[in-house]
């Protein structure tokens, strides 16, 4: 399965139910699993394909690593990932170090992304950091966003 299968057939369905309730947590944690695994897909994928665009990168989770460098989205979305999986991260400096981190919060009008989740507010699946509401589906979107772009950079057909 090439990386954009994986999109189209994981990784799409998995948002657009997340973006059915934004406040289901297990519907988030879906998307968040689904999307953390597209950046595997692509590595691998270039791996065979294309090595000289991971050159130097032992495996996906460095490959991870360096897409996450100077993009706090995208680490903030692995750190979410690997927070899900192994429930407390006590290593490194992670944004996110709990699964329980991740939860349903309120906001109201004018807080949170532009066109992402409910009209008027109500409660979303979220991340405080630094006292400031993360919405978990911008973040996605933004992760997906990247990784397309990544799939075009390493000539990824589509």
Aim: charged share 25%.
């Amino acid at each position: 399965m090439t990386p954009r299968e994986y999109l189209a057939l994981v990784v799409e369905p998995n948002l657009e139910d997340a973006a059915q309730d934004v406040s289901d947590v297990r519907r988030t944690y879906n998307a968040v699993m689904a999307v953390d695994g597209l950046a595997a897909h692509v590595f691998h994928w270039c791996r065979r394909h294309n090595a000289p665009y991971v050159q130097g990168l032992k495996d996906d989770t460095w490959y991870r690593e360096q897409c996450g460098k100077n993009r706090a989205n995208i680490q903030m979305l692995h750190d979410m990932a690997k927070a899900a999986k192994h429930v407390e991260l006590d290593r490194g400096t992670p944004t996110i170090r709990t699964f329980a981190e991740m939860q349903p919060r309120e906001f109201g009008w004018g807080e949170g992304g532009y066109g992402v989740g409910p009209y008027g507010g109500g409660d979303q699946v979220s991340v405080l950091i630094d006292g400031q509401k993360i919405q978990i589906e911008l973040l996605l979107i933004q992760a997906v966003d990247f990784y397309k772009s990544e799939m075009d950079a390493a000539g990824i057909p589509v």
